[in-house]
């Protein structure tokens, strides 16, 4: 891939905030040679980062009427906005050797004997691998054949074909798993009594809030998560809650805002867990398990994937009640009748009348005939204001119907934080593995 880099030559956070008001985006190219300041057009490298060859594959990169090859290092963007903050590239050539985690891409799973005649359940446990070779032999991606996986097999990284000179760093495990295949099993057969005995300390069981339709004939099942017991931060430190939409992917997001303290809590724990997923439990029922891409600090994002609006309006209102101090639940459901509402209409309009004959008795009583003049006048403005709004065939009339409790049991909804478990309010808790029942 080619793209086109100009030349930066102020440096410093005031300069970087008025690239950004400029749609364009800092950035640094080093290795080979004096590193240089550059920058480059925010939409067209936004673009540029969705496609997967920009990411694994050597860059062709012309600044200054000269080209040279680079290879993407590291970017920030901003915590909920589509916004490219920064951009770092390294020089290569093609003696260089490099390190970089490049994609797998897997082929022929829906032909292979364990998905079409044995109806197994092929896992990728791996989807990406850290390789080392020279620049001119760095691969796009990785392809991993799957035709001949049968049921009970496993792949390993000695089992792919790899480009030559391409080595996989492997960080201390020998041949590791890529692929496993999994017999899909009964309903009653996934969730067991040991399976639950088998919890280490310090870790809690919590059933999913939604309940999900198995396959045909196996009717229905609940998710089971393994927590730790102690919540990493609670409700108390969220601020807000608000649904918007997914500019950069589609869709609807739910963006939360914390304190200063609560941020500076949320940072630092999402700092140590990268990659690791976060539960969001509400009175004991967890809402999802999201995985953490990056640190979050005071502000961040809920991705809905494929929900509804009406889904990120319910989250965020999840999240909103889950500040409360005490867990909410149902006190009381009453219907409003007819003769309360027209007892509470005879009253208003008795205050209404006693209040206008104090006020004209305190006015004639203080000011005289000025007073009695200011009556009229207030009584023309009054009789003029009901014409015009029944001219406008306007009408007034009171809010009445049905008024019930808000309950804490209610339906929970995919995608969020947060959890309730020790203390009240939400709270947010680092999870481990999953179950099904």
């Given amino acids: 891939m080619k793209f086109v880099a100009f030349e930066r030559t102020l440096q410093g956070t005031g300069a970087s905030r008025r690239l950004r008001i400029a749609a364009k985006v800092p950035g640094i190219v080093y290795g080979a040679g004096t590193p240089a300041m550059i920058e480059l057009d925010h939409n067209a490298l936004f673009f540029a980062l969705k496609k997967e060859a920009f990411h694994s594959s050597i860059l062709e990169m012309e600044l200054a009427g000269k080209s040279e090859q680079v290879l993407l290092r ?5 915590p909920f906005r589509p916004i490219v903050l920064h951009i770092d590239f390294q020089r290569v050539d093609a003696t260089t050797k490099i390190t970089k985690r490049v994609p797998l891409h897997f082929i022929n799973e829906e032909n292979s004997p364990a998905v079409k005649t044995d109806a197994c359940v092929v896992n990728h446990v791996v989807t990406e691998l850290l390789i080392q070779c020279l620049a001119s032999q760095l691969p796009e991606f990785l392809t991993v054949d799957l035709g001949s996986l049968a049921k009970g097999q496993s792949l390993h990284v000695d089992d792919i074909a790899l480009g030559e000179g391409v080595k996989v760093m492997t960080q201390g495990k020998k041949n590791p798993v890529i692929v496993s295949v999994s017999a899909q099993a009964a309903e009653e057969e996934i969730i067991a009594a040991p399976v639950v005995a088998a919890v280490a300390p310090g870790k809690v069981i919590r ?13 229905a099942y609940r998710e089971l998560y393994v927590l730790d017991s102690r919540p990493i931060i609670t409700g108390e430190y969220l601020t807000n809650a608000k649904p918007n939409n997914n500019q950069l992917e589609g869709g609807f997001i739910v963006e939360f805002e914390f304190n200063a303290e609560g941020g500076r809590i949320f940072r630092r724990e999402t700092g140590k867990h990268v990659r690791d997923n976060m539960a969001v439990v509400l009175d004991d029922r ?3 398990a999201p995985t953490i891409n990056s640190a979050i600090g005071r ?10 609006l009406q889904d990120a309006q319910d989250l965020a209102l999840v999240l909103r009640a889950g500040a409360l101090p005490v867990p909410l639940k149902v006190a009381e459901i009453r219907n409003i009748g007819a003769s309360l509402g027209q007892d509470s209409i005879d009253k208003g309009k008795l205050a209404f009348g006693i209040a206008i004959m104090l006020v004209v008795i305190i006015m004639v ?10 009556c009229a006048a207030l009584a023309l403005y009054i009789f003029f204001t009901l014409a015009v709004l029944a001219g406008f065939g306007a009408a007034l009339g009171y809010l009445g119907g049905q008024q019930c409790g808000v309950g804490g049991n209610q339906r929970a909804y995919a995608a969020s934080l947060f959890s309730q478990q020790h203390q009240p309010g939400q709270q947010l808790h680092r999870t481990g593995s999953r179950l099904f029942r």
């Fill in 365 to 374: 009583g203080y000011y005289r005939f000025s007073g009695a003049v200011a």
């Fill in 74 to 78: 590291d970017y920030q963007m901003h």
């Fill in 207 to 219: 059933f999913g809030s939604d309940t999900v339709a198995g396959a045909p004939g196996q009717g």
């Fill in 286 to 288: 967890v809402v999802t």
């Fill in 299 to 308: 502000n961040g994002q809920i991705t809905l994937g494929g929900g509804s």
